[in-house]
């Protein structure tokens, strides 16, 4: 299960706790969306205990979009990484 919780202090951060399951993307994807243009937006992914291959397309995409992921589990970096055919 996945806890999404928003706190705002001149950007908008997203803490991500549990597990985002390919269910979750849609739902995670309005939200962002959802955000006013030109607003930083910063995903904390420190209580993240597990992500599949779909997950790690959607934080690929978000980075590439310009949202920060901070507190990225060193697994998770490393997939993405291997996503992007980086070493």
């Not at 901070?70 to 990484?81: F, L």
């Amino acid at each position: 299960m996945l806890k999404v919780q928003r706190s705002s202090n001149g950007q908008v951060t997203y803490i991500l706790s549990g597990q985002i399951e390919e269910e979750d993307i849609a739902e995670l994807e309005a939200i962002l969306g959802s955000e006013a243009k030109g607003r930083r937006i910063v995903l904390d992914l420190k209580n993240l205990t597990l992500v599949g291959q779909d997950a790690i397309v959607f934080l690929d995409r978000c980075e590439a979009n310009g949202i920060t992921l901070k507190n990225c589990p060193a697994y998770i970096r490393e997939w993405i990484k291997g996503r992007r055919g980086e070493s």
